[in-house]
């Protein structure tokens, strides 16, 4: 399944479509990366702890939303897949920029509560750039 959000392309997993988590999950994904600051304002929590392995950690969601906006522009994001259990879920995939340099993503979410409307309280992300073909020999 695909859908097109701004100028971003967009691409789903199929899935059983019984877990609300799963849609909040990949919403919050997609406005990070399409830098929709008000999306991301609805479901995560004013104090977010967004870690981003190797750069830092965003505490609260102003710091979130500055460095969203300060972002640069990406051309597609694709999801592998998308779990949830509980309180927690996560997704990973790849996001490609507008330069065609892609990353590899993996997102830890942790909600307040197990509740469908419960935010999120912390993110861990990790984004592995992937390399070019001409550094295997290719």
Same mark, same amino acid.
């Given at each position: 399944?695909?859908?097109?959000?701004?100028?971003?392309?967009?691409?789903?997993?199929?899935?059983?479509?019984?877990?609300?988590?799963?849609?909040?999950?990949? @919403?919050?994904?997609?406005?990070?990366?399409?830098?929709? %600051?008000?999306? &991301?304002?609805? *479901? =995560? $929590?004013?104090?977010? #702890?967004? @870690?981003?392995?190797?750069?830092?950690?965003?505490?609260? %969601?102003?710091? &979130?939303?500055? *460095? =969203? $906006?300060?972002?640069? #522009?990406?051309?597609?994001?694709?999801?592998?897949?998308?779990?949830?259990?509980?309180?927690?879920?996560?997704?990973?995939?790849?996001?490609?920029?507008?330069?065609?340099?892609?990353?590899?993503?993996?997102?830890?979410?942790?909600?307040?509560?197990?509740?469908?409307?419960?935010?999120?309280?912390?993110?861990?992300?990790?984004?592995?750039?992937?390399?070019?073909?001409?550094?295997?020999?290719?």
């Amino acid at each position: 399944m695909s859908a097109e959000r701004s100028n971003l392309q967009i691409s789903y997993p199929e899935n059983c479509g019984n877990a609300p988590r799963h849609q909040i999950i990949q @919403e919050v994904i997609v406005a990070l990366h399409s830098k929709d %600051v008000n999306h &991301l304002k609805r *479901w =995560v $929590s004013d104090d977010v #702890e967004w @870690e981003i392995v190797g750069f830092g950690t965003l505490r609260g %969601v102003d710091a &979130l939303c500055q *460095w =969203v $906006s300060s972002s640069g #522009e990406k051309k597609s994001l694709e999801f592998k897949s998308v779990l949830t259990h509980g309180r927690e879920g996560s997704t990973d995939g790849n996001v490609t920029n507008e330069q065609d340099i892609s990353a590899a993503f993996s997102h830890v979410l942790r909600f307040t509560g197990a509740t469908k409307t419960a935010r999120i309280a912390s993110v861990r992300s990790y984004l592995v750039p992937k390399p070019h073909l001409e550094v295997f020999g290719q």
